[in-house]
């Protein structure tokens, strides 16, 4: 979903991103891509840009997708200790680089974000948009109060978020991790127990299923992934198949989910889908079709009409 806003973003600006990733903004919001696929395109626009703040603009943009999408898991939240509490159960999974932990005391409740040690701009770009994102929610809830957060904390020095770092007020740097301190309200003076959510380890075909989505369809195959993910075609045959997968079924796979949407994008129309998932021979495209759901393609349009309206 961010890498899809971003180049949303480059399209309303006009800043032209590379080809390869054009393909990405028609993938579902939660589809797997390699996180490095996002770091490079920020680092591609910074590096290429003419606007020395482009992040700061590119926050709209996200937010007007995640500030919905927050605020009603955190529709029954009446204090700041509650959203940051909801905001636990909300942000893992859709933030891969980072790990959560929720502290609690008799008075004040802190969400605290883990940072690798090494600096990187994905932590960077990371931090800036946490750090926007608590602080609208918990200053503009009606409920809630500015006046409750009691600190802020980044994890690295000020240098390393540059141009950026006026962005941050009251802030505490170098602390080795992201956190925000809030008070409790006086009713909710009491000490649950303070919870930690870790990242879930990818398994070999998660990270396989990501890479393959980060390749166009028309260059998708056994070669080209096993290039992008770095070892030889032999050895990631031989690791899925340990894993109880073929990588020509997460190829298939990958590709049927790319015709799909692109299909639904198209109103059903096969042979311009087709030609757009660099298929010049139609009957490869309904041999696809066929082994995923059964049905040609326009036989599949035919039972699903609700999606190409």
């Known amino acids: 979903m961010m890498t899809k806003l971003v180049i949303e973003y480059c399209e309303v600006t006009g800043f032209a991103i590379p080809e390869d990733y054009h393909h990405l903004k028609h993938l579902n919001d939660f589809d797997l891509i390699g996180y490095n696929v996002l770091l490079e395109l920020l680092n591609t626009i910074e590096n290429n840009s003419d606007n020395n703040i482009f992040f700061v603009e590119l926050l709209p943009f996200i937010k007007r997708r995640f500030i919905p999408y927050l605020s009603q898991h955190l529709r029954d939240t009446s204090s700041s200790a509650q959203i940051l509490n909801g905001l636990l159960n909300t942000f893992p999974n859709k933030s891969a680089s980072v790990d959560w932990k929720i502290i609690h005391s008799k008075t004040e409740i802190e969400l605290v974000s883990k940072r690798p040690s090494l600096m990187s701009s994905s932590s960077k770009y990371c931090d800036i948009y946490l750090y926007s994102f608590m602080l609208e929610l918990l200053v503009e809830n009606e409920a809630a109060s500015g006046k409750d957060i009691l600190s802020v904390k980044l994890p690295f020095e000020r240098s390393h978020y540059a141009k950026y770092v006026d962005i941050f007020e009251n802030v505490e740097f170098e602390s080795n991790h992201m956190s925000i301190l809030v008070r409790k309200p006086e009713r909710e003076t ?27 369809v028309n260059t998708l195959n056994l070669k080209s992934l096993s290039s992008l993910i770095g070892i ?51 009957s490869n495209f309904t041999r696809l079709f066929v082994n995923i759901t059964g049905l040609p393609p326009r036989e599949y349009v035919k039972a699903n009409t609700h999606l190409f309206r």
């Open 232 to 282: 030889s075609e032999r050895n990631l045959q031989r690791k899925l198949c340990s894993a109880g997968k073929k990588p020509t079924a997460i190829i298939k796979s990958v590709k049927f989910s790319r015709a799909r949407q692109n299909l639904i994008r198209n109103k059903g129309c096969v042979k311009r889908t087709a030609y757009e998932c660099g298929y010049t021979d139609l």
């Open 190 to 216: 009491y000490e649950p127990e303070s919870r930690t959510i870790e990242l879930p380890n990818l398994t070999l075909i998660d990270q396989v299923t990501a890479a393959a989505n980060t390749i166009d």
